[in-house]
């Protein structure tokens, strides 16, 4: 598994340096931009910097900006990772060297794992130049919990990368990209707690928001950045995101068996 | 003249086969407007819309609703212009376009028809979500109902302007997602779909006037929401009819500086 995680990183490295994806860099950059632009524009202008007591009750803080901000960057880095890895077999398909990875006896799991790591090199860029932007626009990370919202981070990476898995798998099948991928990024952006607490939501639509590993990664990395909280006080919401992880895991590998075995009994016809 | 319609009804039917086929169509210009409508809306639960604040000059804390819906639907008409601009990049790799361009025909009502197609095939759904939320809301009555049909026309020429414009600029180039960025989100933020205009600061206002729908947004909502007469909103429809003006410009002015430059640099296919 290692030496495949090692060389379809170097394959992918190769390729990025030799066109560097400057156009999808910058384009990250901008969507985090405006997102924060508009919640500043609708706190400080629109509402005076007036928030109603309830998303206080809901958060425990008082800080919009920082929950918003934190919820662009989360939420575009999720949007990155899905991309990456669950789009790496559809490309794959589409240059005709699929085949060719499902002839070979590599590990499944060794190349999406190279495919996610080589293509955190470009969303690292992304996830800090989006926070540097929230800087200015006045986020407040003075109460942060270093170890804590690392572990989480890593946490909230590996759930997108299990929930990719499945995407990746339905793309295949259905041999599309753009209605997949963008009714799951818009319905996450709904209900997921982006830009605001999910319990403002009807019940149907917050008990659809716990099957997104998003909804639960936000709240708890939330929780050790604004909060200072420690691991333990959002064991609640991690516990549920390694649940989440687990079966979006699983699943996503059932099904890339499926489609790896279909795939192949069309060749073979 | 008659000559012109053959070209715009052809493109048009053209339109309609290549793209219409599949129900596919729906997801875009049905639910993920719904589902971005909603984003909105829930965006302002957070804040206090109980007190006053610069907000409710403009629009009171019940018609949060409607006016985002109005918002929306003039963006989703956009939008699905948006869309037929993205098909252009397919047309050039399979080649029709050099075809089209190698005839006589006037590019102008090649662009327009293309337009028109996806304007009116695509968003008549999310027009009826619009005209159920309203009445959902329930907080709107409109004072002048002739008021309806003109914006809705206005919104219609602005819209297939804007689509030319956008088609015409992806004749320029193949990355065209680029222009998706630097222009649809600004026109999301900025055009008064989600902000009212008069709240936005002096050089979010400069940027929105660059925008043929922030002028089509505030004439429908003064009709609809306020009950404005035509006299009142005259003056923005002037302004609206010169902004359609200077992008029909714009548009051949492009289309002849694209031609030219495929000349030079090779095929329509190659660049």
Redesign the interface.
């Known amino acids: 598994m290692f030496l495949t995680i090692q060389a379809t990183f170097r394959r992918n490295y190769l390729v990025m340096r030799h066109s560097l994806p400057y ?1 999808s860099i ?2 990250s950059l ?2 985090g931009f ?1 997102m924060i ?3 500043y ?3 400080k ?4 910097g ?3 007591d ?2 206080i009750k809901y958060t425990g803080s008082s800080d ?1 900006i920082t929950f918003a901000v934190l919820g662009s960057t989360v939420y575009i880095l999720s949007i990155s990772v899905l991309l990456i890895v669950s789009r790496s077999l559809i490309s794959e398909l589409r240059q005709g060297t699929l085949e060719t990875i499902f002839l070979s006896p590599a590990s499944r799991q060794g190349y999406f794992l190279g495919c996610m790591l080589q293509g955190l090199m470009l969303v690292g860029i992304e996830f800090i130049g989006i926070l540097v932007m929230g800087f200015f626009f006045g986020l407040d990370i003075t109460n942060i919990n270093p170890i804590s919202a690392s572990i989480t981070l890593v946490l909230i990476i590996f759930s997108f990368y299990s929930q990719a898995l499945v995407l990746g798998a339905i793309m295949v099948w259905f041999r ?1 990209t ?2 997949t991928q ?2 799951l990024i ?2 996450m ?2 209900i997921s707690g982006v ?3 999910i319990e ?2 009807p019940d149907w639509l917050q008990y659809l928001s716990k099957i997104m590993p998003l909804t639960f990664g936000l709240v708890a990395f939330r929780e050790t950045i604004m909060l200072g909280g420690e691991l333990v006080s959002s064991f609640e919401s991690i516990s549920y995101l390694i649940m989440l992880t687990t079966c979006y895991f699983l699943i996503g590998k059932y099904l890339l068996i499926k489609v790896e075995k279909n795939i192949l009994e069309k060749i073979t016809e | 003249m008659k000559n012109l319609m053959t070209i715009f009804m052809a493109e048009f039917k053209k339109s309609h086969f290549l793209y219409f086929h599949t129900n596919m169509i729906y997801f875009s210009l049905l639910v993920w407007p719904i589902i971005l409508f909603f984003s909105a809306y829930y965006s302002f639960k957070p804040f206090d819309t109980k007190s006053e604040n610069v907000l409710s000059e403009y629009v009171s804390n019940q018609e949060i609703g409607s006016f985002l819906l109005i918002g929306y639907l003039g963006y989703i008409f956009y939008f699905s212009l948006m869309q037929s601009a993205f098909q252009m990049a397919p047309e050039r790799a399979r080649g029709t376009l050099e075809l089209i361009f190698l005839s006589p025909v006037s590019r102008l009502a090649v662009i327009y028809g293309r337009a028109m197609a996806n304007l009116l095939e695509g968003v008549w759904l999310f027009f009826v979500f619009t005209v159920l939320g309203l009445f959902f809301f329930g907080d709107i009555q409109p004072h002048n109902w002739w008021g309806i049909p003109l914006s809705l026309f206005l919104l219609i020429i602005s819209a297939v302007v804007w689509g030319g414009f956008l088609n015409a600029i992806f004749l320029f180039s193949r990355d065209a997602g680029f222009f998706f960025l630097i222009i649809q989100e600004p026109l999301l933020l900025f055009s008064g779909v989600r902000i009212p205009i008069p709240v936005l600061p002096i050089w979010g206002k400069f940027i929105s006037y660059l925008f043929p729908l922030s002028y089509v947004l505030l004439i429908y909502r003064e009709i609809v929401m306020r009950g404005a007469s035509l006299f009142e909103v005259s003056t923005m429809i002037y302004s609206l009819l010169v902004v359609i003006i200077v992008f029909i410009l714009l548009t051949s002015w492009i289309i002849r500086k694209a031609e030219k430059n495929s000349k030079i640099n090779g095929s329509m296919a190659l660049y």
């Open positions: 156009t910058i384009g901008l969507s405006y632009l508009f919640s524009l609708i706190y202008i629109m509402f005076n007036k928030l109603d309830s998303f919009y599309d753009y209605i963008n009714t818009t319905l952006g709904l830009s605001f607490p403002y939501l």
